[in-house]
């Protein structure tokens, strides 16, 4: 009987397992190319199911996020949600036909709504455009404005305005006040007559010497009840231009050496 030696029996098995891995060859290699590309395709097929209810419930591989670019639902979105809500509805209790008819039409009125919008945004622009074609027939006259302060220049050396009165006066004492509230002149009118009174101012200081071209108040008190009181003045203003302005103030009067006014804070046109 002949013993085998146990050290020479592992010695020839590593030395198999060495020629073996040594004489893999293409044909090996493209067996396990295969056997991957099998297990992945069956990991692909795994994935889905066929259903699509049980499809479109799965949580997905990746964020579908979509990148925020607007905030706003269109036509497009409106009908991409109710298909998903079609396609996620339970088949034992279907969506009813008259919540899915009052769901496009709450849609559709949204939508006629934002055409009107866009509408009336026309609309506006085209009012103020005529109301600015308007208001350019009043370039060259004088308007009656809500302020005591007018402008004096060589193009128009006197200043003129309404003081409005609560009651019948008998005197009106006139300030003429420059820029920086400095006294120019003063004098009276006859305020028997109550309600709007006329004021001009020639534009002479108190020496009979004209002022020089700038912004001059019309201050105006009265005895009202027996007290002393300040009476609101209005002054008239000549009308250089005309600005289209916007659809919530109009067209703008721009006033020589004043300022720019809103059309409709005009309260009286004169004559030039």
Do not use: C
């Not at 945004?121 to 060259?140: E, F, I, R, W, Y």
């Not at 006259?141 to 128009?156: F, M, N, R």
């Not at 003063?186 to 028997?192: A, E, K, P, V």
């Not at 709007?196 to 020639?202: A, C, G, L, T």
């Amino acid at each position: 009987m002949s013993l085998i030696n146990p050290l020479n029996n592992t010695q020839a098995l590593a030395g198999q397992t060495s020629v073996s891995s040594q004489n893999t060859g293409p044909s090996q290699q493209a067996t396990s190319a295969a056997i991957q590309a099998a297990t992945t395709q069956s990991a692909e097929e795994t994935s889905t199911t066929g259903n699509p209810f049980i499809d479109g419930i799965r949580l997905p591989d990746e964020s579908s996020i979509p990148e925020a670019n607007n905030q706003e639902l269109t036509q497009e979105d409106f009908f991409s949600l109710l298909s998903q809500q079609l396609s996620m509805q339970d088949p034992f209790k279907p969506v009813d036909n008259d919540q899915m008819i009052a769901q496009m039409a709450s849609f559709s009125t949204v939508d006629g709504i934002n055409n009107l919008n866009d509408e009336i945004k026309t609309l506006n622009s085209v009012m103020t455009s005529s109301q600015a074609l308007q208001a350019s027939g009043l370039v060259g006259q004088k308007v009656l404005i809500p302020s005591d302060t007018g402008h004096i220049s060589a193009e128009d050396p006197s200043l003129k305005g309404i003081i409005s009165t609560p009651e019948t006066i008998e005197s009106i004492a006139v300030r003429i006040e420059d820029e920086k509230g400095q006294l120019v002149k003063t004098f009276t009118i006859d305020g028997s007559a109550g309600g709007n009174i006329d004021v001009s101012w020639d534009g002479l200081d108190k020496n009979g010497e004209p002022v020089a071209s700038g912004n001059y108040s019309i201050k105006a008190t009265g005895r009202v009840d027996g007290t002393s009181e300040e009476l609101p003045v209005s002054t008239y203003a000549h009308v250089t231009s005309v600005s289209l302005g916007t659809a919530s103030t109009g067209a703008i009067l721009n006033l020589r050496g004043v300022g720019g006014i809103k059309i409709g804070d005009v309260l009286a046109v004169s004559e030039t």
